[in-house]
């Protein structure tokens, strides 16, 4: 027995699958997402304080080290320095 559908109920059904992908990518996409990564100067900026004394503190933050030795770089998060 062979099931027939309209073509006004295959393009609902399409329009729905492509709805429900669309959702999934974007969470899928949100979740894989990396943070958004700042600098010492900005992240200094961020909180009102010396690039200097950011350096500092930065055991406090999520951080990053870029590079090796005392003279990598330090990328901060952004949203956890806004909280």
Not at 8 to 34: S, T
């Amino acid at each position: 027995m062979e099931l027939q559908l309209s073509p006004r109920a295959i393009d609902e059904i399409v329009y729905k699958l492509r709805i429900a992908l669309r959702d999934d990518l974007a969470k899928l996409v949100k979740k894989e997402q990396q943070p958004e990564m700042v600098t010492t100067s900005e992240a200094a900026a961020i909180l009102h304080v010396t690039p200097d004394h950011m350096r500092h503190i930065a055991h406090r933050y999520p951080h990053t080290k870029t590079g090796e030795g005392k003279q990598a770089r330090l990328l901060f998060v952004r949203s956890a320095l806004l909280q």
